[in-house]
C-alpha cells in the first residue's frame, strides 16, 4: 500500500462553513477553479464532434498538436514540432503520473520547489520515489536525480523565474542526467513580470533535451472542466510518454481534442479572459493590502500570495470570519505557514463581496 499524505481540502471543511454562515454568503477564494463561461469557439467545436463513435488517438490529432505547436510558437517563442506534442487529460494526472511514466525508481528522489502544488509529492509517492522539496539543487550532493520539477508561475506564489535561474535548472539537470519537467499552465497570465518557457532558446540554448513542458487550457480557456492539456518538448521523452500512455488507455475524448485546437487557434477570447483576471486582481490586492496583509511575489498567475504575520490557519480563521474562503500556505509545504493563498477566480460580483468585507 503506498502511504498518500491526507487530502488538505478535506481540513479547511470548518472554515468553509464558518464563511458559508456570513449574511452575504460565501466568497469562495481558495481554489483557482474557472467560473467564467466556456468560449463559444470550445463549445462549437465540441459539439460538431460529438458524433465520434470510435475510439480516439492518444497521441491526439495532427490539427490538435499543430494548434499546440502553433501557439507555443505564436505566444512563447518556442519552436517545437508538432510530432513532440501529446495531448494529456488535463495536467494533474500528468503531473501525478509523471514519474511512473518516465521509470522513475523505488528510492530514488523527485526534486520539486519548497513550495509547491500538492500532486509532485503525490506523484513521487505513486512511482515508490522520495519527494524533496528543496530550492537548492546544490545541496543534493552526488546522487542520481532522474526528475527536477520547476514551476513558473508558481502555484502558489506567484513567482516568476528569470531565464538566468531557469538556464542553471538545465545546465544541472543535464550535467547529473536529470529530467527537468516544467509546469507552465500559469505561464499566459504575467502581470507584473513575463515567464519564459523552458522550451524557449533563452533557457535551453536551442535545444531540448532533457526538457519537457506541461500545459493547460484549464486557466487560459477556462476549460477545467473539458481535462484539457498537453506536453511537449524532448522527442525522445514525448515517445516514451506516449508509448506508455497508448497501454495505459490515457486518451483524451475526441470531441475534447477538437475544442482544445479551436482554443488554442483563438487568442481573443483568452485575452477577454485575462482582461477579467487583471480586473479581479487589482480589486482584490489593495483590499488585503488595507486590511493588513502583506502580498509577495504574485507578479503573475491566479493567486495572491499573502501573510499579516500570524500563523496560516488563524488567517484562514480571520477571513473566514468576514464569509472570505482563502488556503493556508501549509498546503504547499511547510514553508507557506505564514501564508495565505488567495484566488482571484471568483466572480466580479463576489469579488465585490469580499473587497468589501475587507474594508
Not at 538545465?170 to 500559469?186: F, K, L, N, P, T
Request: net charge negative; aromatic share 6%.
Amino acid at each position: 500500500m503506498i502511504a498518500l499524505p491526507d487530502f488538505p481540502w478535506d481540513r479547511l471543511v470548518p472554515y468553509q462553513e464558518v464563511a458559508r454562515a456570513h449574511p452575504g454568503g460565501i466568497v469562495d477564494l481558495s481554489v483557482g477553479t474557472p467560473v467564467d463561461p466556456v468560449p463559444p469557439v470550445a463549445r462549437q467545436a465540441l459539439s460538431a464532434a460529438a458524433d465520434s463513435p470510435g475510439y480516439p488517438l492518444t497521441y491526439g490529432t495532427p490539427r490538435l498538436r499543430e494548434a499546440a505547436a502553433g501557439w507555443l510558437r505564436r505566444r512563447h517563442g518556442v519552436v517545437v514540432d508538432p510530432a513532440d506534442v501529446l495531448p494529456t487529460i488535463g495536467t494533474k494526472e500528468l503531473v501525478a503520473w509523471l514519474p511512473t511514466l518516465l521509470g522513475v525508481r523505488p528510492g530514488e528522489r523527485v526534486v520539486f520547489p519548497a513550495l509547491a502544488y500538492p500532486t509532485y509529492d503525490v506523484g513521487a509517492r505513486l512511482a515508490g520515489a522520495e519527494p524533496y522539496a528543496t530550492d537548492g539543487l546544490l545541496s543534493l550532493g552526488p546522487e542520481r536525480v532522474p526528475l527536477v520539477w520547476v514551476n513558473s508561475p508558481s502555484n502558489p506564489t506567484g513567482r516568476v523565474l528569470p531565464a538566468e535561474h531557469l538556464r542553471k535548472v538545465v545546465a544541472w539537470a543535464r550535467e547529473h542526467g536529470a529530467i527537468v519537467a516544467s509546469d507552465e499552465c500559469y505561464i499566459e497570465l504575467g502581470w507584473e513580470d513575463e515567464p519564459l518557457s523552458v522550451l524557449h532558446p533563452d533557457v535551453c540554448e536551442g535545444s531540448h533535451e532533457g526538457l519537457l513542458a506541461v500545459h493547460s487550457l484549464s486557466k487560459r480557456s477556462n476549460l477545467a472542466g473539458y481535462r484539457a492539456g498537453f506536453v511537449a518538448g524532448d522527442p525522445r521523452l514525448v515517445r516514451r510518454l506516449l508509448e506508455v500512455r497508448k497501454h495505459a488507455g490515457m486518451i483524451m475524448p475526441a470531441p475534447v481534442q477538437a475544442a482544445m485546437a479551436a482554443v488554442l487557434d483563438d487568442d481573443a477570447h483568452a485575452d477577454e479572459q485575462r482582461e477579467r483576471y487583471a480586473r479581479r486582481r487589482a480589486a482584490l490586492r489593495p483590499a488585503l493590502e488595507r486590511a493588513g496583509w502583506r502580498v509577495e511575489h504574485s507578479e503573475a498567475g491566479l493567486y495572491l500570495w499573502a501573510a499579516n504575520g500570524e500563523d496560516c490557519w488563524d488567517q484562514v480563521r480571520a477571513l473566514a470570519d468576514r464569509g472570505i474562503l482563502v488556503a493556508p500556505g501549509e498546503f504547499y509545504g511547510d514553508a507557506g505557514r505564514g501564508h495565505v493563498r488567495v484566488a482571484i477566480t471568483a466572480t466580479d460580483e463576489r469579488v465585490d463581496a469580499a473587497v468589501s468585507r475587507l474594508q
